[in-house]
């Protein structure tokens, strides 16, 4: 339970934007994990950084854990209060602060959601391409790092992010990176605070990179005899220097699940699907010579999504692919894998990956962002079966070590939360202390979204 003292000072600070009470409390302790429902002790919706500088003090002053709260997507327990406390969320800070056409450049508070951000940037001419697939905020994004399936043409969000406003664990506010593109001025601490998922700081506004809305997009989805030849087609399309601006791999599970469940008729086989960005001229060569390339690893059932249309309902189902594979299996619940090695590795990480699932007989659909070499296996697991969890544990223990073994990472994109906390001395070893020192240093008293991403006591 949290303080008194402090509850009535952020009472003071907040007035009913501090709730104590109902069902605000529950929705902040579900998640999108397999992690059980974990309900905070308040929820704060700040309206500005001096007001979140405030808070973040009053709690600094009382001990009391403070946890940042985006759109509540991430998928390793990352936002839930496991130790009680305050949930911050930055629903009330989603403005956008000012848009720089020239510099090609928006500045943003954190609350904002991707797709609120390109429906106000559409008449611009100018995008954030960072696509996730939830709509997530754009704060929670540069907490867990997030990238997605335009990484291979646009970079992650990291690759995307100028600057940054941040409230320290004591309350003061700083700000790293400016509007320049480049910049050697000391560390990078814009680098530091992405991806630290609210452990070192909370980040109240965003200097972000756009990049022009395409002129022209073509899109299609195409079937491979097998995995390896959908691989071999990615590898040779990025060699030969064609631009693609989204590459996708599903398995023939997911194939067949879209078919019971989206009503599509694919052939029960991997596929891909990609997409071109440029002019009308250059999106047309992309994809003609994509064609010739795929076609020369065994690439059948070509289907263009010529229209606008078509093309939303492909990325649209593809986006609802987690959904769809948790909905055909009843009453269960996802649990996603997320390892990513160099490309030239993909294939034989992906059939380990299918041999291991067969061995512990769970059901497990993979898909990924194959033009990065990440992929996902969505483990679709029976509630309260202590034993089945434990199967996909083990499955997901082999998968870090094999995305170590291959020279990879136990996690592309999604993140450490408390899921991957354990798997962090494997891809680190004593990076991973001086990642607990860095805490440390900047939150002594640890409590900026307590039990994630490093062990303090280390
Ligand atoms: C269907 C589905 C598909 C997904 N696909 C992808 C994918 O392709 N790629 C990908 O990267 N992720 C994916 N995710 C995971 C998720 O969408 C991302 O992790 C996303 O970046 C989380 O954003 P959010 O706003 O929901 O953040 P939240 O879940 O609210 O928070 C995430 C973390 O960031 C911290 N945080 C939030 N706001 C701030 C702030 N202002 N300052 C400091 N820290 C903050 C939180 O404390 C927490 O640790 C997917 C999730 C789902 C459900």
């Not at 990484?151 to 409230?167: K, P, Q, S, W």
């Not at 992906?350 to 296996?377: M, S, Y």
Request: charged share 20%; aromatic share 6%.
């Amino acid at each position: 339970m949290m303080d008194a003292t402090a509850l009535s000072e952020l009472s003071a600070l907040l007035g009913s934007r501090l709730i104590t009470a109902g069902g605000d409390l529950r929705s902040h302790g579900q998640n999108e994990s397999w992690f059980p429902e974990t309900p905070p002790d308040a929820v704060a919706y700040p309206e500005t950084t001096e007001e979140v500088s405030r808070l973040v003090a009053i709690c600094a002053r009382h001990g009391c854990p403070v946890v940042a709260w985006g759109a509540g997507t991430s998928l390793e327990g990352h936002a839930l209060a496991f130790d009680g406390g305050v949930v911050v969320d930055f629903a009330r800070m989603n403005r956008v602060l000012e848009v720089r056409p020239g510099d090609m450049q928006v500045v943003v508070q954190p609350g904002i959601t991707r797709e609120a951000l390109n429906a106000e940037l559409r008449a611009t001419g100018l995008m954030f391409p960072v696509d996730p697939g939830a709509n997530a905020s754009i704060g929670g994004m540069a907490g867990t790092r997030a990238s997605g399936t335009t990484t291979v043409r646009y970079g992650t969000v990291r690759d995307n992010i100028l600057a940054l406003e941040v409230v320290l664990a004591d309350g003061r506010v700083i700000r790293t990176g400016s509007g320049a593109r480049k910049s050697a001025a000391g560390y990078d601490l814009t680098g530091l605070f992405v991806g630290s998922e609210g452990t070192l700081g909370l980040i109240t506004e965003l200097t972000l990179r756009l990049h022009g809305q395409p002129e022209a997009i073509s899109a299609a989805v195409c079937a491979f005899p097998d995995f390896a030849a959908a691989v071999d087609t990615v590898i040779a399309t990025i060699q030969s220097g064609i631009p693609m601006a989204r590459i996708e791999f599903v398995d023939e599970t997911v194939a067949r699940i879209f078919n019971a469940q989206a009503g599509t008729a694919f052939p029960e086989l991997p596929h891909l699907m990609v997409e071109f960005h440029g002019s009308d001229a250059s999106a047309a060569e992309d994809a003609r010579r994509f064609g010739e390339v795929a076609e020369s690893f065994g690439a059948l059932g070509f289907d263009w999504a010529s229209t606008t249309e078509d093309r939303n309902r492909l990325w649209r189902m593809r986006h609802g692919a987690y959904r769809t594979c948790i909905a055909s299996r009843p009453g269960c619940m996802g649990m996603v894998t997320d390892i990513c090695v160099p490309i030239s590795r993909l294939a034989e990480a992906v059939a380990e990956t299918r041999a291991d699932i067969a061995e512990l007989e769970l059901v497990g659909p993979i898909l990924g962002h194959v033009g990065d070499g990440n992929f996902h296996a969505i483990l679709l697991l029976e509630r309260d079966n202590p034993e089945e969890l434990a199967r996909a544990k083990t499955l997901t223990r082999r998968l870090a070590e094999r995305a170590v073994r291959l020279g990879g990472t136990v996690t592309g994109e999604h993140g450490v939360g408390v899921g991957k906390k354990g798997l962090m001395p494997l891809e680190h070893g004593e990076a991973w202390e001086v990642m607990a020192r860095i805490k440390r240093a900047l939150d002594p008293d640890g409590i900026l979204n307590p039990g994630k991403v490093v062990e303090v006591s280390q």
